[in-house]
């Protein structure tokens, strides 16, 4: 995990924990992180057959966020991550289940039970191992832009959890 220095980036400090969710088997597996241009750091992995991964990063390693993607399966996974932070902190979790057998079974899953994907968990700001990733309560009741679509309806239609803009609430009403 050597992260190269140049004198005209902020000093910066990562550091990667994996971790399992669930009754995974912890096995060994390395992360590499070298830092890209300013603000920039590339992860480098080689996953392992049958595994889905989530990445989770932290400014301060009290809170602990997910990242908006998932990997799956064997062989080299690449992500470039940007923070502003002068410190950036990054967890690979990883769940290996049965019946999960590709990115798209990984995705459309739902770990935690609360009727919500993985994928729309994350790339929503949700945990997909909680199904009360909030304080304001169970994930897929919640209604973040207050438009009145809870977060199973906005995840059915493929509207976005976080703007009232979108086609289901446009009316338009003519008089002849």
Same mark, same amino acid.
């Given at each position: ?11 910066? %400090? ?22 890209? &241009?300013? &603000? ?17 990063? @932290? !400014? $301060? ?13 064997? *062989?080299?996974?690449?992500? &470039? ?7 950036? %902190?990054?967890? !690979? ?17 739902? %770990? /935690?039970?609360? *009727?919500? @994907? $993985? ?7 949700? $945990?997909?191992?909680?199904?009360? @990733?909030? !304080? ?13 679509? *809870? ?6 239609? *493929? ?8 086609? !289901? ?6 008089? /002849?």
């Amino acid at each position: 995990m050597k992260i190269p220095s140049h004198k005209w980036l902020l000093p910066c %400090f990562c550091m990667v924990a994996l971790t399992t969710q669930g009754n995974s088997d912890p096995a060994p597996q390395k992360m590499e992180i070298s830092q890209g &241009g300013l &603000g920039t750091f590339n992860l480098d992995w080689q996953g392992a057959t049958g595994r889905t991964y989530f990445m989770q990063f @932290s !400014l $301060n390693l009290v809170d602990w966020h997910f990242a908006p993607f998932m990997n799956f399966g064997e *062989g080299g996974h690449y992500r &470039g991550f940007e923070s502003n932070g002068d410190k950036c %902190f990054f967890r !690979l979790c990883y769940e290996d289940i049965e019946g999960i057998n590709s990115l798209d079974d990984a995705m459309n899953a739902d %770990f /935690d039970g609360d *009727g919500i @994907s $993985n994928i729309f968990e994350v790339t929503h700001g949700y $945990n997909p191992y909680d199904e009360e @990733s909030t !304080l304001d309560g169970l994930d897929a009741a919640l209604d973040p832009d207050e438009d009145g679509l *809870g977060n199973t309806a906005e995840q059915t239609s *493929g509207t976005n959890p976080m703007s009232k803009d979108h086609p !289901l609430l446009q009316l338009e009403v003519t008089a /002849d």
